[in-house]
């Protein structure tokens, strides 16, 4: 096969009590690519995204970031890394959550800096440069100062997003990030999400706006019932509406914004 | 009328030792039950269900029984405290069994995704609580808390019933003298308004202070 | 150590334990049912009132708060018959000032109840042509009363507990018969250990039936 992928995923399997949520997973990503994940809820896509960052602890299977298994100290043993080791792990991914989750008692800048600052060390003048310069990039620059209770929510998600970013993460996850936005808020979020794309962030995104999905990835993988049950680039995708029922039920839900 | 003028420097004195005794109660109690607080929902399993159970014991019983309990039960086991030393325990006791309380109900009101925010961008646990959980968890822990210092100078008045010479025993033995009840009790009730009435309004001014917040 | 544990002596003398549970369950009931005849008609009148009225009112409610329960008990029993011409015996001397206590906490309690009333509801009513007497009736006290059912359920508990300092003027409650069953044994960890658990568990059966009781009245959200 090709070179190793950024990010590895074989045969995941996750239950929570006795739901299966994830039967068996296999996925990758290159660098630099754009993967999303669209699926109706229930199907895991959530789930596989927090198993990347361990933020859920996967069963079976294995995931790894550049050749390292996350979570465990080897692709076969169910030893956990140590939390310092996890820490470290987690660094190198960035994830954005749906409900934003920022620091409510830090400025905009003071949430992006504090990764910075504490997991990178750095001093807080380098660190206060990287994080006004990502601040501007999402468009935030006159926003430093703010604090998440004065920001709007579209706002908020920009900062998440550059909290993420700021970290220079080998891969950025997305959890449905415009999905708690008003519908107005959501495209200065997706132009961000665009951009950084076009600059050749590595992106897993798990999303429910399918257009977007559509113009933004090189890769769509479709999940049902805790399997990938279609994948390909957005074409190839479309091309299999025709041959997999479960998939063309679930997109025509979606009115045709398509194309 | 004049004996009441002439007790003044006594009750005075009394006041201080409530004040003392409160005192030394708000300060002991926020260190144990912070620390206990923070055994309870961070804590191994057995620590937690430990703490669980005798933080509701505690806190079901009159703080009158859990005084006697401690006057009277810690000489049979070899432990003979002052009687104001028996009662500042048994206060710091009863006081941390509360402050435990406000420690869990600041920390479990802080959604998990903060929590989670914090592991994504690669803190490790003790970062996490200092950085992320403790400046959340502060700001609601202080209200409930302020509330709870004025308990603390209103249960310091039952030192009295083990004879210390607190402002409640002080107005006590005055009356004794001058068999003036009323008057006395009424000003009694006055000291301790003064002092729960500006403690509870700067409670309010700090409590403003923080209320940005709410999210 | 040389203490031998024994609880006979406190089995022998439990009746005393059993009656001064009754009377402290007693005592915090009737104390809650003045109180709450209290705190209502003061929290309905603070909500319609003027300045006066509402200053006179919160005065009440801060003396009582801020003021220890000692020393209110002192103040009613020995303070007030040397003024005003009236001798009571110490359990009725207690339950005034326990019902003055409870009073002043259900004030803010009520107040607040009737302020979480729905404005939607009051709404309704308006458009039905009910007069403000009636909304008050048959709208804002039956509301009123299911949104106040867990704070109702906790002053009750907090004053079963607060009636053990009845014991300081001689009332036969729990905390009475405990000191008196200990005067008499000197059998300390024994007799409080028994009063301990009386209290704790009494306490938490009261806490269940409540809960049970505010199931049946809750308020959808």
Known sequence: MTATKLLQIDKLSKSFADNQVLKSIDLNVAAGEVVSVIGPSGSGKTTLLRCVNFLEVYDGGSIQIDGREVGYVDATSRKRRGEVDLAGMRAETGMVFQSFNLFPHLTAEQNVMLGLRRVRKKPAAEAREIARHWLSRVGLAHKTDALPSELSGGQQQRVGIARAVAMDPKILLLDEITSALDPELVNEVLDVVRQLAVDGMTMLMVTHEIAFARDASHRIVFMADGLVSAQGTPDALMAEVASNERLRNFLSRFSATAH | MDAIIYSLPFLMNGLGITLLVSAIVVALSLVVGVLLGIGLIYGPWPLRWLIRLLSDCIRGIPILVLIFVVYYGLPPLGLNLSSFWAAVLALTVFKSAHVIEYVRGAVTSIPRGQMEAGMAIGLIFPQRLRYVIFPQAMRRFLPPWLNGVTDAVKGSALVSLLGVVDLMQAINQVIGRTYEPLPLYILGALMYFAINYSLSTLSKVLERRYSYIRE | ?221
């Open chain 3, 1 to 221: 150590m040389g203490y031998q544990l024994s609880f006979t002596q406190i089995w022998t003398n439990f009746d005393k334990l059993a009656e001064g549970l009754l009377l402290s369950l007693w005592l915090a009931f009737i104390s809650i049912l003045i109180g709450a005849v209290i705190g209502l008609v003061l929290a309905i009148w603070y909500v319609s009132a003027g300045r006066v009225a509402r200053t006179l009112i919160s005065a009440y409610v801060e003396f009582i708060r801020n003021v220890p329960l000692l020393l209110l008990v002192y103040l009613v029993f020995y303070g007030l018959p040397t003024a005003v011409n009236i001798s009571y015996s110490a359990p009725v001397s207690f339950v005034v000032t326990l019902s003055l206590y409870a009073g002043a906490y259900l004030v803010e309690v009520f107040r607040s109840g009737l302020d979480a009333v729905p404005k939607g509801l009051l709404d309704a009513g308006k458009a039905m042509g009910l007069t403000p007497w009636q909304r008050l009736l048959y709208v804002r006290l039956p509301t009123m009363t299911r949104i106040t059912l867990p704070a109702l359920s906790n002053t009750f508990i907090s004053l079963f507990k607060d009636t053990s300092i009845a014991s300081v003027i001689a009332v036969p409650e729990l905390t009475y018969g405990a000191q008196w069953i200990n005067n008499k044994t000197f059998r300390i960890v024994e007799v409080y250990a028994v009063t301990t658990v009386l209290y704790v568990v009494t306490g938490y059966l009261i806490l269940f039936g409540l809960r049970l009781l505010e199931r049946r009245f809750r308020v959808e959200r």
